[in-house]
């Protein structure tokens, strides 16, 4: 490892990592493509973690019509979400491991025509178990997609600048699903029945296969690898553990929530869990690095654990606690309709778009890790804000500006952890790494969402019920603490950084090169 803390890509030989010599070579193709076109396809990825943001948010308006229609209990419906959530996490590393090794194209195709599919069945679905079954298979499509479009826009723009912009813009369209999913489920139930809801994702999915099979080119290989030697460099038995160890946490978590923690429906998962984990983990320490399906030695990468990690406790998580609290009470408390109630949320979406705008401005004049810590602390105030939302009276006063800054900070957060990630990686990790970091988001969501919802559940049995706002306060607290425990630990465990564009200058001013020119010269090195 280099002294900066990233990992050396010109040092290493083909039997040491998987050089792009032995993998197909979309990327080479990818990179110079016109500059139009380049949006065109990156327009259409995007909208891999919209669609994956979209087919849970969208659902909080739909629940009552699908639990009344399918006779759906209020305890079992939390699984509408969650079946999809479990194997959505639980499968993205090895999606991410598929999509290095692979033409990460197919495998993006491939996880559209699923969610594609699997959609249009989930309206067909007329029981719970068919519901929750189908739902559990869109998950395994969207999995394939994320990592996959991640490679395939990493490779697009090998230029830092603007890869940081496509990574950010990337990002944003995540941030765009969770908030006008809810529209959309609003006034599809609103004006017609639930089942569109998924007709709707299963056409937008046709739409997105199509034009990305159209503008993606397709790809050449330079060295025939075995099959064999592929299945190695998958790493079938590490994700094979991973994924039961993942599901296993998710289920009881999920199961906590609904439960009681003390069930044994959610310890006996959560115990289990420990061992597939523990045994993946001395899995991979004995296996080569071009082999692990997580290679050790990521996690020595500068700043690489402690914002994989800290992302766990951001985004998803907030977007996801905060809009489950005041969809519910504002709903079935205050009775306003699904169409207010998105409205209501709109602000969110809003200011999610002008992180997403404002993220190139920031990077270029303040070190990352400045940007995030700002960023962090202004969606700590705004969450302080929400804890006195608790009357419909308030919402202009207290909830809105919480909205306007949490949406904005988190946003920028999660931008910024965003581009610092891929920015201290190689290239050919990035399927991999945003399955990693995709991973623990999801993680963190479902985590946050059930341990969240316990709290709020305990403490209305002894204040006021589920229709008093004390618990839902409770809980909101419980997410300050933790945003101030991941403040703290980005002010100390993060090394600071000077943003790409001012580094190239500098190194040219020096006579350095830049990073492109080191990329152009280790190209030659290869090509020779």
């Known amino acids: 490892m280099s002294d900066t803390g990233q990992l050396s890509i010109s040092s290493r030989t083909s039997e040491e990592t998987i050089t792009m010599a032995n993998v197909p070579k979309e990327n080479d193709r990818l990179a110079t493509l016109p500059f139009r076109r380049k949006i065109a396809l990156t327009a259409f990825l ?81 029981d719970e178990v068919t519901l929750f079954i189908l739902r559990a298979f869109m998950g395994v499509g969207a999995a394939l997609t994320v990592p996959s479009a991640l490679h395939l826009i990493i490779h697009l723009f090998p230029d830092p600048a603007q890869q940081s912009k496509a990574i950010a813009v990337f990002g944003g369209f995540g941030a765009l699903g969770n908030v006008f999913g809810l529209l959309v489920g609003a006034f599809i139930i609103q004006w017609t029945t639930w089942p569109w809801l998924f007709y709707v994702f299963c056409i937008t999915g046709t739409v997105v296969f199509v034009a990305v099979a159209l503008l993606s080119p397709s790809p050449e290989r ?178 809105l500006p919480g909205f306007i800054l949490g949406a904005f900070g988190i946003g920028t ?46 403490v209305e049995v002894n204040h006021g019920g589920p229709t008093s706002f004390f618990g839902r306060r409770v809980g909101l607290w419980f997410q300050v603490g933790l945003l101030a425990i991941s403040t703290i630990c980005l002010l100390i465990f993060m090394h600071n950084d000077i943003p790409p564009k001012k580094q190239a200058v500098g190194d040219k001013e020096k006579g350095l090169d830049t990073p492109a020119e080191k990329d152009s010269d280790l190209a030659e090195k290869e090509g020779e």
């Open 413 to 458: 957060a999660f931008l910024s952890v965003n581009i610092a990630v891929f920015a201290s990686t190689p290239p050919e990790k990035a399927g991999v790494v945003g399955s990693i970091f995709n991973c623990f988001q999801q993680l963190g969501s479902a985590a946050g969402s059930a341990i969240v919802t316990s709290i709020q559940t305990s």
């Open 222 to 399: 330079a060295i025939v690898v075995s099959n064999m030697e592929r299945l190695k460099r998958l790493d079938l038995g590490g994700i094979f553990l991973v994924t039961a160890g993942l599901v296993l946490f998710i289920f009881g978590v999920t199961a906590g929530s609904v439960n009681g923690w003390t069930s044994a429906r959610c310890l006996a998962p959560l115990i289990v869990s420990v061992f597939p984990m523990t045994a993946f983990f001395f899995w991979e320490a004995r296996l080569p690095e071009e082999q692990a399906a997580i290679p050790p030695n990521l996690w020595r990468v500068r700043n690489f654990t402690v914002l994989v990690v800290g992302s766990a406790t951001m985004h998803y998580w907030w977007f996801g606690v905060v809009q489950f609290m005041f969809s519910w009470v504002w709903q079935n408390v205050y009775h306003w309709s699904p169409i207010i109630t998105a409205l209501r949320f709109l602000p969110v979406g809003v200011f999610a778009c002008v992180a997403t705008l404002t993220i190139s401005f920031l990077r270029k004049r303040f070190p990352l890790k400045w940007v995030l810590v700002s960023a962090q602390s202004i969606a700590l105030v705004a969450t302080i804000l929400l804890t006195f939302g608790d009357s419909p009276q308030r919402y202009f006063p207290v909830v």
């Open 46 to 126: 995007c909208l891999a973690p919209f669609l994956d943001t979209l087919a849970n948010a969208s659902l909080f308006a739909a629940f009552p019509p699908i639990s009344l229609d399918l006779g759906i209990s209020n305890s079992n419906a939390v699984w509408i979400v969650s079946g999809y959530q479990l194997t959505f996490a639980a499968l993205l590393l090895g999606s991410g491991r598929m999509s290095d090794l692979y033409n990460s194209k197919y495998v993006f195709l491939t996880g559209v025509a699923f969610l594609s599919a699997f959609s249009l069945g989930t309206g067909f679905a007329r």
